[in-house]
């Protein structure tokens, strides 16, 4: 995507831009840091590693945030960083390669878009959208084959924020994600799936209709 990222459409005449954290430790610190002292947190650990101690999570974060292609992308309105969204090889997530809830679709090493999380008082903007489309072309960028994510299927209810750090069925579904699997897992008591998006022309699809 470049250093600048892929610039979105503007909603209510807001520029919003999808950008790597690459080179951005300070604004993913900005939405997902805890500022608290002593507090612990997550630091968007738990599934990359949840047994880095919570006193070393910032220096991991950063030393992600320094090398090429990064933890994720950050979405900003009118350049002040809004949100995040956690977006890296299934393989780094070690969670999801021990999950016994989340299936695995097949062989290949999917990117997973598995966390977003937008700032407060810029809510409600669709800006998860704006966060899952920029993903979904980091990955594409970086030559991933097909990327997917696990988000609960809330039907047309409300989203409440347990269910709504993982995402939505339906918004996945927006982005030209399609069901592959029912997981064992559950958000906010929602069951999730395994949504999946193929980024190029040679996955298994391509192969079973050039037979």
Same mark, same amino acid.
């Not at 409600?124 to 299927?153: T, W």
């Given at each position: 995507m470049g250093n600048r990222g892929a610039q979105q459409p503007a909603v209510a005449g807001e520029r919003i831009e999808v950008r790597p954290a690459v080179g951005r430790y300070d604004d993913f610190y900005e939405v997902v840091g805890v500022k608290k002292p002593g507090g612990k947190g997550c630091w968007c650990m738990a599934y990359r590693d949840s047994r880095?101690?919570?006193e070393e999570r910032p220096d991991h974060m950063r030393n992600l945030c320094e090398t090429d292609p990064g933890p994720g992308v950050l979405v900003y309105v009118d350049d002040v960083v809004a949100g995040w969204c956690s977006v890296a090889p299934r393989s780094t997530y070690r969670r999801l390669m021990n999950s016994r809830t989340i299936p695995f679709v097949d062989d290949r090493d999917a990117w997973a878009a598995v966390c977003f999380v937008v700032r407060a008082? $810029? /809510?409600?903007? &669709?800006?998860? !959208? @704006?966060?899952? =489309?920029? =993903? #979904?072309? !980091? =990955? /594409?960028? @970086? *030559? =991933?084959?097909? +990327?997917? &994510? $696990?988000?609960? %299927?809330? *039907?047309? %209810? /409300? #989203? %409440?924020? +347990?269910?709504? $750090?993982?995402?939505?069925? /339906?918004?996945f579904e927006a982005a030209g994600f399609e069901r592959a699997v029912e997981t064992g897992g559950v958000s906010g008591g929602r069951r999730r799936w395994v949504m999946r998006k193929q980024l190029t022309a040679d996955g298994p699809a391509a192969a079973a209709a050039a037979g």
């Open positions: 880095v101690p919570p008082g $810029y /809510r409600k903007r &669709g800006l998860m !959208h @704006h966060l899952l =489309a920029g =993903a #979904v072309e !980091h =990955a /594409r960028a @970086h *030559g =991933a084959e097909v +990327i997917e &994510g $696990y988000p609960a %299927d809330v *039907g047309p %209810d /409300r #989203v %409440d924020q +347990i269910s709504g $750090y993982v995402g939505t069925v /339906r918004m």
